[in-house]
């Protein structure tokens, strides 16, 4: 089946570090690629998200590229701020299932110090 | 504003004391989903409804039951809430399950069963 394995955390950095969050997927179909974010206390929001390969996904100064290849969509940002502080969740949508769920890692949670 | 609500937002209760936790949007979406966050294995969805009067089960159905008898309402409903249930819970929405649509996360309900 389906299933997305992210980088267990957390990810400890200063502000304006860059930030890496890897992110592999196994998937049956062609799957859209996304990364949610969850701040304290709050539901996921949707960060980014990528359909084809190639696709680069990108908001707030984050980026992620589709990697078919590698079966890959990993999170960067060149200069996090204390702000970012959040746990970030790597998911997928298979055609497969009909696009009638997401499929989510297990979330890493960055912690950004001034 | 756009928003899925969850009632209530904490709940503490016993082993087999029914219970219903309400999810509703506001966006006219046809796509609802439930799904618990449990530390170190992310989210997982429980149950979805593509419409009114269609449900289906997701990964983790087991305990869980639910209704879908207006479009904006998608309660989930524990009969004989068990420790194992202890969990935090989401409920989402979409316009529709398709490729690369967003899902909107309520805020969550934490549900402790002792």
Redesign the interface.
Known sequence: GDSVTQMEGPVTLSEEAFLTINCTYTATGYPSLFWYVQYPGEGLQLLLKATKADDKGSNKGFEATYRKETTSFHLEKGSVQVSDSAVYFCALSDPGTGFQKLVFGTGTRLLVSP | EAQ?TQNPRYLITVTGKKLTVTCSQNMNHE?M?W?RQDP??????IY?S?NVEVT?K??VPEGYKVSRKEKRNFPLILESPSPNQTSLY?C?SSLY???????Y????TRLTVT
């Open positions: 899925v796509y989903s799904y170190g294995l992310g989210l997982r969805q979805y593509m289906d997701g990964d989401f989402a399950p398709g490729l690369a649509i967003e899902q996360f309520g805020p969550g």
